[in-house]
Every structure is written in structure tokens, then in C-alpha cells.
């Protein structure tokens, strides 16, 4: 592409004047493109009347133009400079699919992203740069969480209850030994294999849902990897995580044997009728609650307290 002024003295009705296919002196033939602005000729010359006059009678006449051809290498070389500076702080011109492009690798690193490398995720890279001002911030409250999953759940109701108390288990290092660790009264002192958390958990309340919404939550549907992901991106491994959904009762089905839509016990079946307009379902969204909980020994295992 090659970019010129146009040498009209007539007032301009568009910023683009003339687009032509041109053969140059090389060979090549290039797309020549005249413009009516930041111009060194033309109607808007910063130059004296007789010489964009000079270039505007040489230009009716159809002879020869020295000095235009050699004003037009300063246009092509402006012009240029004046797109560039144009597209550099506006994505939706350079952006390139799966955020290729280099405005959007930069703003990838911003949320903690290596913008060179593909990621295996159920969030695109797209999403990264929708939210990148909530993820480059070091305070991601539960108010930006519960409006990111309103926004890609679309009309399914979000809320967030932050401080749900639980009983979080001891590790054997790390649980107390007579004269050795952990036996301080009022310090370090436990007794038993649990601890009451008060701020280690929040719980997603998603709903009402109708039922086939509702399976695309379940463990291994759509829905659920792609709220584990915005979860994990938010708060990666530093709370436990309930997704609490509630189901239109009447959408429910009843339970049969054999039936195909209704047969495990808490996720799809449920013995006998509700009341109540609405279903709950609290599923766990940390992989060691989904894989069974950690693999102990039989003296080792026991019941936390009841809330």
C-alpha cells in the first residue's frame, strides 16, 4: 500500500478520496491510496496558496510532478506513523484470534498469563483479557466474583456467602505431640484430629435452575468445569469451595429403577416427595472431596464434630 495526498483545492466529503491499483517502476503493483487530512498539499496544506496551487494545476493538467512525488514520500512515511499510533491502544483493530497479537500477550502477562504458550483450560484466552483488570488486581473481592459468573452463566441467579464454617482436618505433622510439638495450653494445643475454620470456605449458590441445567453442574458436566476454572483463576487453592444449586422441584424427575435420568443417590434420585418449591444440592468443588477424600489408615479415620 502506498499513501498519498490529494492535491483538490475542493472541500472534502471523506477522509479517503481514491483507492486504485497502481504499477510502480519495480513491477509490483500496489494499492495507492489518497488521502484528505495531514496533508502537505491539498486543501488542508499548512503551505502557502501558490504552492498547493502550483501542485493542484499540475495535478488538472496531467503533466509531470516532481514536487508532489517527492512530498508524497513524506506522506506515505507520516501517514504510516499516524496509523500505527492509532492502532496501538485499540484492541478491537489488532487484536488477533486466541490473543495472538501483541497488545494482548502483554496484557496476558499483566494477570499472571505467559502470553507464548497455550494453556489447557476451559477459559480461552479471551476471557483472561474481558476481566484482565479484575485479575491484575491483588484484591479480587467476592462481589467481582459473583458479577464474572452472573455475566458467563448468563441468566442463572449467582450469590456468594463468604465465612462458611467447617471442620478442616489436622495433618499428622502437623497435629500435637506430648513434650515434642504443638503442646502449648492456649497456643498450639488440639485436641483431636479437626479444627473449626471459620473463614476457610464460601459457598456459590447457583439458581433456581431447571434440571437439564442442573446436570450440566454436575461432577464431569460443562458448566461445572467451566465455574471451577473462573473459581480457580480467582482464588487458586487458598479457599474450599461448595457449589450449592437449586432445582425447580417440579422439573425434578421421580425416581425409578433402571431409569437413565435418575439414579444416583443425592445427584439425581431422590426417595420420596418435597414440599418444597425448590431442591438444594451442595456439591463440593475441591478435587479432594470429588476424588473420596485422602486414603488413611483405619486407625486413622474418624468423624469431625457436629456443626
Known amino acids: 500500500i502506498r499513501l498519498r495526498g490529494d492535491p483538490s483545492l475542493v472541500f472534502a466529503s471523506s477522509d479517503v478520496s481514491e483507492l486504485a491499483p497502481v504499477k510502480y517502476a519495480d513491477g509490483v503493483q500496489r494499492a495507492r491510496v489518497s488521502t484528505t487530512f495531514l496533508g502537505l498539499y491539498g486543501s488542508v496544506s499548512p503551505l502557502p496558496a501558490y504552492f498547493i496551487e502550483q501542485i493542484a494545476l499540475a495535478d488538472y493538467q496531467g503533466g509531470p510532478q516532481p514536487v508532489r512525488e517527492l512530498l508524497d514520500v513524506l506522506h506515505h512515511r507520516l501517514l504510516s506513523l499516524l496509523y500505527r499510533a492509532w492502532t496501538k491502544y485499540r484492541l478491537p483493530v489488532t487484536y488477533r484470534k486466541q490473543g495472538a497479537d501483541p497488545f494482548s500477550r502483554r496484557m496476558l502477562c499483566a494477570v499472571g498469563l505467559d502470553g507464548f504458550r497455550d494453556y489447557e483450560t476451559p477459559l480461552d484466552r479471551f476471557f483472561f483479557l474481558r476481566y ?176
Open 132 to 307: 484482565a483488570p479484575i485479575l491484575a488486581s491483588k484484591s479480587r473481592s467476592a462481589r467481582n466474583l459473583e458479577t464474572v459468573l452472573s455475566e458467563m452463566l448468563g441468566d442463572i441467579g449467582v450469590k456468594i456467602e463468604q465465612f462458611v464454617g467447617h471442620w478442616t482436618k489436622i495433618e499428622k505433622p502437623f497435629r500435637n505431640k506430648l513434650g515434642v510439638m504443638n503442646h502449648q495450653l492456649g497456643e498450639s494445643l488440639t485436641l483431636g484430629r479437626y479444627v473449626f475454620d471459620g473463614s476457610g470456605r464460601y459457598k456459590v449458590v447457583l439458581g433456581p435452575v431447571g434440571y437439564d441445567e442442573y446436570l450440566s453442574f454436575l461432577p464431569g458436566g460443562q458448566r461445572q468445569e467451566l465455574v471451577r476454572g473462573i473459581i480457580e483463576t480467582f482464588t487458586p487453592g487458598i479457599h474450599d469451595v461448595m457449589l450449592e444449586i437449586h432445582v425447580d422441584t417440579e422439573e425434578a424427575p421421580r425416581f425409578q429403577l433402571g431409569s437413565p435420568r435418575a439414579s444416583t443417590l443425592k445427584r439425581t434420585a431422590w426417595i420420596g416427595g418435597s414440599a418444597a418449591e425448590r431442591l438444594v444440592i451442595t456439591i463440593p468443588l475441591d478435587d479432594k472431596h470429588l476424588a473420596g477424600g485422602d486414603d488413611e489408615d483405619d486407625e486413622d479415620r474418624g468423624e469431625p464434630p457436629p456443626m
